[in-house]
Every structure is written in structure tokens, then in C-alpha cells.
């Protein structure tokens, strides 16, 4: 929707396709689906959720078996997000490195985006 022609709009280390690709094999999902929501200190925090069907307005990213869907109304805020997969001693869990955060809070878990107008812009410019 947003997207580049030839460019995915998320990326995947492996480590996060070998999580997401276990997950998905585990439970039987189709994939996990990424969103937002408003919350959290910084404004928005993101979403993810097991998926048993794409639909039909999700960006959907495939990368050696693991998928992703983005919810239509993230897939601006979330284009060029690398996603992660991180084990330390403390915790596990995914990782987002977003090009279009602009603040985020101390825990990590809230996020706020650039101006809306400043993204579309920043999209136009790379696509040319």
C-alpha cells in the first residue's frame, strides 16, 4: 500500500525468521500480523498477534518461511523496520530498529512516529 515497488517494507534478521518461522510451525498460524496502538508513555505502542489468514490489506513480507502481515493502518509508520529476535539473560523477545521512530520511551515499549507529513515525504523522496 505504502510501499516501494522491489522493496519489502519490513525486514527480518535471522535470528526473527528462525523465531517466527517456529512459531508459525508450532502453532499452525499463517504468520504474525504487526500493527500500533496508541499507548504506552511515548504515544503508540506496536502489535503482534498470531494470524490463521492474510487479509486482503495486510502488506504481507515472506522471508525464507517466516511471515509477516502489517496491519493497513501501520504498514506507513512500520515501512523500513528491520525486526529482531534478541535472547539475553533477562528476557527474549522481538526488536523493532524503525527508520521512522522519532522518540521513544526508557523501557523501550512506546514508541512516537514522526509527523505523518514528514513520513509521506520521506516516502515520495525514496521512491524516486
Known amino acids: 500500500m505504502f510501499g516501494i515497488p522491489g522493496k519489502a517494507?519490513?525486514?527480518?534478521t535471522p535470528a526473527a525468521v528462525a523465531h517466527i518461522s517456529k512459531l508459525m510451525k508450532k502453532n499452525g498460524?499463517?504468520?504474525?500480523?504487526?500493527g500500533v496502538k496508541k499507548g504506552g508513555c511515548?504515544?503508540?505502542e506496536y502489535t503482534?498477534?498470531?494470524?490463521d489468514q492474510?487479509?486482503?490489506m495486510d502488506e504481507v513480507v515472506e522471508q525464507e518461511g517466516a511471515r509477516v502481515m502489517i496491519a493497513p493502518m501501520a504498514q506507513m509508520f512500520l515501512f523500513g523496520t528491520e525486526i529482531d529476535y534478541e535472547t539475553s539473560l533477562l528476557e527474549s523477545g522481538f526488536k523493532f530498529r524503525n527508520p521512522n521512530v522519532e522518540d521513544a520511551c526508557g523501557c523501550g515499549e512506546s514508541i512516537k512516529f514522526k509527523d505523518l507529513d514528514e513520513l509521506t515525504a520521506e516516502?515520495?523522496?525514496t521512491s524516486e
Open 123 to 125: 516516502r515520495a523522496n
Open 29 to 34: 498460524n499463517s504468520g504474525l500480523r504487526i
Open 42 to 44: 511515548a504515544g503508540m
Open 9 to 12: 517494507a519490513v525486514t527480518m
Open 54 to 56: 492474510i487479509d486482503p
Open 48 to 51: 503482534m498477534e498470531y494470524a
